[in-house]
């Protein structure tokens, strides 16, 4: 497992930035070119599984979760067990990344957690962007702590590396608000914490609407601190880098729904997996540079079930609707 780590330990930037491949059979490799090159099969793009027009600027909705192997509020529940797939930034893939569009297409295809990352505005409201400044994602410059909400959602949200298809001119910076209020009770958000404060402002609301079933706060253990000072019960993820922190994860009450652990072969092994799983836990891992470099690189879907049946839960890609489709929960149009 070292040496797959290795080989694949490629800049996420270089992951975003590249194409989709097809593969030769479900589980294998094949040898499929990436997306544009051709090859042998063809290329499966993300609108090989959802048509755009069902989520883009053009889509009117309803916009209703596909069905899934399980009841929506088991991520959160000790006793349900199921193959979470992540989509990251809520699913780059499919549109503007972080944005209300790309939430959409995630709901529709039956993607069970979407990631994304919160910060405040300079007055003081919870954004979903992952840089510290907007140059990247937003049709501007500077840092996003010194635009008020309104001046921000004023702008347009940039295409990003690799321009998924259909009509996004309408996409605005989310507010948590407006992220909530269209994935609620249909897939849950993960808020990763960028900013302390941003993660307890967003806490907070979870907590005054009574949605702690459809999200969680991804957190190291100090900021996981800080969040539980201020709403005790707010339902975690810790992300764990050394060992020395799983005591640390295990002893929050209540406890963490997930721990994130390294996609590293010590936090693999089948005795630390195992006590997360005995303290009633769910472990998480990103896939970025073995599952999705597998895919991206060599038309290979196998990593994706492998790294379920080492005991994971939920995995965190780039590539959710190739995720889905190798274990057999999605396929093309």
Known sequence: MKALLVVFALPLSLLVACGDSSPAGRGGAGGAAADGGGGAGGALLPEDFIDPTSYDCTAEGPFE??????????????ACTSRFVVAHRMGSRFAPENSLAALRASILLGVDIVETDVRLTKDNRAVLLHDGDIDRTLGGSGSVNDFTLAELQALPMLPGPSPAAGDFSCEKLPSIEEALAVGAG????????????????????????????????QCTPDECDAVRAEVPDVPIMVRVTEMSQLAVAFAYDPPPILIEVSPEDDF???????????????????????????????ADTSLFPYFFDLGLDALQTEFPHIALYAIDRAEPL
């Open 65 to 78: 979760a596909k069905a899934r192997p399980y009841e929506f509020g088991c991520v959160h529940d000790p």
């Open 186 to 217: 249909k897939v849950v958000i993960e808020f990763e914490t960028k900013e302390t404060a941003a993660a307890i402002v967003t806490a907070h609301y979870l907590a005054d609407q009574g949605l702690y079933q459809s999200a969680y706060i």
């Open 268 to 298: 693999l092994a089948a005795p630390v997996l195992d006590s997360i799983h005995d303290n009633g836990i769910k472990a998480f891992t990103d896939v970025f540079t073995s599952a999705d470099a597998g895919w991206l690189f060599g």
